[in-house]
């Protein structure tokens, strides 16, 4: 409805936290084990299986601290989220056995740290695995909460509700400070890091000795300004180097301008049948210098040595996320 949720609604939201007696359970009942159903194929302890049913749903990784005194707690937690823009609100859920949990009570603050794609260390550190290569965190205070510095995003949330989750505390947090920078998430999915890959450059890695005599075969091609290049689901049959000008590559919830020395369509080249994955057009004049597949790959045939590092590049790629 519009204008937010009736006053009587937040009331009767309100008692029901504070005597959930009254809506017929005990607000400390919890269900038996036998009670969980398992799918098909499905065996074994029930914990486990739901475990690993929720390891499912991929996440992002964050560090929660606080401070008492000149003391810094933190943990790893991948337990968060957004639950309100107006006020700002975030939820996160502890297990009633980590200190942090005793920490935290209404109007004390936290700080999440959202960590970025190459602060695994740091998720192992604050996660009570400590790699001995790993150096000591460093922090930043804000509203006296200490942030972990290098991550993604920072929040600090003042606590205003604690609630019962079973073997875990959900305590609700009001957002009073709030950035983010530029970079990757780290990814939490099947208990294992994740990492996204947004820019899928693979020719581009390439030693200059080994990708000149590629470019080499390619035709040059002029565009106007405004003029389709690539659109997304054509076959990918060449890779286009930009010569000069500017193109506008635009894929689902994403764009970006590129220049001269860019290489466009990498990775479709190698999979024409996949399609185009973005949407491509000029920026002005455009110039550009265009390898078709068929050339490519001749050129990978004649020197074996580009088609190994090929095959190196992408194996270290998959690497990063195994």
């Known amino acids: 409805m519009e204008g937010g949720a009736p006053q009587e609604f937040e009331v009767a939201i309100e008692r029901a936290i504070a005597a959930p007696e009254a809506f017929g359970a005990s607000f400390d009942e919890a269900p038996s084990r036998s009670e969980l159903e398992l799918g098909a194929g499905l065996e074994g302890d029930p914990a486990i299986a739901f475990r690993r049913t929720l390891g499912m749903f991929a996440t992002g990784v964050t560090v929660l601290t606080a401070r008492v005194a000149e003391q810094v707690h933190g943990m790893t937690a991948n337990a968060f989220m957004s639950v309100s823009l107006q006020p700002p609100l975030v939820l996160i859920s502890i297990d009633r056995r980590a200190r942090m949990g005793a920490l935290l009570h209404e109007g004390t603050r936290f700080g999440v740290s959202v960590l970025e794609a190459h602060q695994t260390g740091l998720s192992d550190r604050f996660a009570g695995r400590v790699a001995e290569d790993v ?95 690539m659109r997304i689901g054509e076959k990918g049959s060449e890779l286009l180097l930009v010569l000069e000008g500017t193109v506008c590559v635009e894929r689902p919830g994403r764009t970006i301008t590129l220049g001269p020395g860019e290489l466009i369509g990498e990775i479709e080249v190698l999979d024409p049948a996949g399609g185009r994955i973005a949407d491509i057009h000029a920026v002005g004049r455009v110039r550009s210098l265009a390898v078709s597949r068929e050339a490519l790959l001749g050129a990978l045939e004649a020197d074996p040595r580009a088609a190994i590092a090929l095959i190196e590049l992408l194996a270290a790629r998959f690497r990063e996320t195994a």
């Open 135 to 229: 150096p000591e965190p460093g922090f930043e205070v804000v509203h006296e909460t200490p942030l972990v510095e290098g991550a993604l995003a920072h929040l600090v949330a003042r606590v205003v509700r604690s609630y019962w989750g079973g073997d875990h505390s959900l305590f609700l947090g009001q957002v009073e400070f709030a950035r983010y920078g530029d970079g990757r998430p780290l990814l939490f999915h099947g208990g294992r890091y994740e990492r996204l890959t947004e820019d899928p450059q693979v020719f581009s890695l390439l030693p200059r000795e080994l990708l000149d005599p590629i470019l080499a075969l390619g035709e040059k091609r002029d565009y106007a300004d405004g003029e389709a290049i």
